[in-house]
């Protein structure tokens, strides 16, 4: 078995791992790299197998729908088998068919183009095992910002490796973290992990349910209240409803993201914490109401009925970093009884960081805002605690971090192996030096 990470090994985001054995090959993820990366290590994506060639024994697994994960797939071989979990299809399908309708005729084509490739995709379940070849392939369910996330292990006669993917365990399903790897993940040889986390030790500090507790307060304290959160950030979005909804508020949302809900609750509707009641409560305060948009002068039909129904009730609206939702934002603004909230990573607000988007720091100059967030991530302690977990055997490989080195600081009880973008590494080898 040979490993070869063609992009990620000090990069967060645009991560591509190729697993190969006896001329099949299963890759991990195909991503677009973040904004702002420094791509003085990355390999080149022309990669044999995947975007060209011969992709009859080869296949691509992605772990989530996140952009810097599967954004590239439109660069595919159209012959190249795909997989993704069911409903991450389905959300990033949402996704896409709105992007396909922006103005840009660049990036609009671009998500066409996706689009298209999507329907040639195919879905898997958890711990469904999946042969490519001689090559198996197991995906796990894990907790992670983006619904539906995987780890995968892929083992061959030989050898065993676990891709971690992107994960945590400070998430509403994260608790199911250690018993998923104590009864899936032995006989581990090598971790292929994700480091996102190394350097930013706060960035997990607080639970999801610690952060919904935390908004259900703000609500019942605050009467018309805003909050600029990811659209695909599901479990965030489900956890503002029920704290809406404990709150006695109405939940606000436009019609997309209304849209993604209902697609997330017809393939969960045996967990509760994914139903949403679309019709009037018993007590009018927490009714699910919709925004519609005048999409002709690009503004939100806020009508006079609508707004003396949220002024008597109060509400939780998500609102986007769009001019369409300023007006509605201008009428409470000044009012004691509102508040603001950025539910996101604060590096898209900082001008010191690669990541920083001016539309969204120029969107909240007029406004002052409180910060409510939570990593999506895995902090130090989850990542030790899955290397105590698994024993790998031979070693882990760090990726998806801008950081890898401070592995061996932090984990020194670890052999820690470290890859240079696009060199190939032997399973088998009993030395590797990165270097040469």
């Given at each position: 078995?040979?490993?070869?990470?063609?992009?990620?090994?000090?990069?967060?985001?645009?991560?591509?791992?190729?697993?190969?054995?006896?001329?099949?090959?299963?890759?991990?993820?195909?991503?677009?790299?973040?904004?702002?990366?420094?791509?003085?290590?990355?390999?080149?994506?022309?990669?044999?197998?995947?975007?060209?060639?011969?992709?009859?024994?080869s296949a691509l697994f992605i772990t989530h729908y996140h952009g810097d994960h599967i954004g590239a797939?439109?660069?595919?071989?159209?012959?190249?088998?795909?997989?993704?979990?069911?409903?991450?299809?389905?959300?990033?399908?949402?996704l896409k068919k709105r992007l396909s309708k922006i103005p840009d005729p660049t990036e609009a084509e671009k998500h066409k183009i996706i689009l298209e490739r999507i329907k040639t995709i195919q879905t898997f379940t958890d711990r469904q095992k999946i042969h490519?070849?001689?090559?198996?392939?197991?995906?796990?369910?894990?907790?992670?910002?983006?619904?539906?996330?995987?780890?995968?292990?892929?083992?061959t006669d030989q050898k065993r490796v676990l891709h971690t993917g992107d994960f945590r365990s400070h998430g509403f399903k994260g608790?199911?973290?250690?018993?998923?790897?104590?009864?899936?993940?032995?006989?581990?040889?090598?971790?292929?992990?994700?480091?996102?986390?190394?350097?930013?030790?706060?960035?997990?500090?607080?639970?999801?349910?610690?952060?919904?507790?935390?908004?259900?307060?703000?609500?019942?304290?605050?009467?018309?209240?805003?909050?600029?959160?990811?659209?695909?950030?599901?479990?965030?979005?489900?956890a503002l409803y029920h704290a809406a909804k404990n709150a006695k508020r109405c939940f606000v949302c436009d019609e997309y993201q209304a849209g993604v809900l209902k697609t997330v609750s017809s393939h969960h509707k045996n967990l509760d914490f994914y139903k949403i009641d679309y019709k009037q409560w018993k007590n009018p305060c927490g009714r699910f109401l919709k925004l519609l948009q005048d999409k002709k002068n690009n503004r939100f039909l806020f009508t006079e009925k609508l707004k003396n129904y949220l002024d008597k009730y109060g509400f939780c609206m998500l609102i986007r970093a769009k001019d369409s939702f300023k007006s509605i934002l201008d009428q409470y603004y000044q009012s004691d009884k509102s508040k603001i909230?950025?539910?996101?990573?604060?590096?898209?607000?900082?001008?010191?960081?690669?990541?920083?988007?001016?539309s969204l720091f120029?969107?909240?100059?007029?406004?002052?805002?409180?910060?409510?967030?939570?990593?999506g991530h895995?902090?130090?302690?989850?990542?030790?605690?899955?290397?105590?977990?698994?024993?790998?055997?031979?070693?882990?490989?760090?990726?998806h971090t801008d950081a890898p080195e401070k592995f061996n600081d932090l984990f020194p009880d670890q052999k820690i192996i470290l890859l240079r973008d696009g060199?190939?590494?032997?399973?088998?080898?009993?030395r590797y030096d990165p270097l040469h």
């Open positions: 078995m040979n490993i070869t990470i063609h992009r990620g090994t000090k990069q967060i985001g645009g991560c591509v791992t190729e697993i190969e054995s006896n001329g099949y090959k299963v890759f991990i993820d195909y991503g677009e790299q973040l904004p702002g990366t420094n791509t003085e290590y990355s390999a080149s994506l022309q990669i044999d197998g995947l975007t060209h060639g011969d992709v009859s024994k797939i439109g660069d595919t071989d159209p012959g190249l088998p795909i997989h993704v979990g069911k409903t991450a299809l389905a959300i990033y399908k949402c490519i070849g001689g090559i198996t392939v197991t995906p796990l369910f894990v907790d992670h910002s983006a619904f539906d996330a995987y780890m995968f292990i892929v083992e608790k199911a973290l250690v018993s998923m790897l104590e009864a899936f993940c032995t006989n581990i040889d090598y971790i292929i992990c994700e480091g996102s986390n190394i350097l930013r030790p706060e960035a997990a500090c607080q639970t999801e349910h610690d952060l919904q507790n935390d908004f259900e307060t703000q609500f019942k304290n605050y009467k018309y209240n805003f909050v600029l959160v990811s659209s695909t950030n599901i479990d965030r979005i489900f909230y950025y539910s996101m990573w604060k590096g898209y607000l900082d001008k010191t960081k690669p990541a920083f988007s001016a120029d969107f909240f100059k007029p406004y002052a805002f409180e910060y409510k967030h939570t990593s895995a902090d130090v302690q989850t990542l030790k605690t899955v290397f105590e977990t698994v024993k790998p055997k031979c070693g882990i490989i760090p990726i060199h190939v590494f032997s399973c088998d080898a009993l």
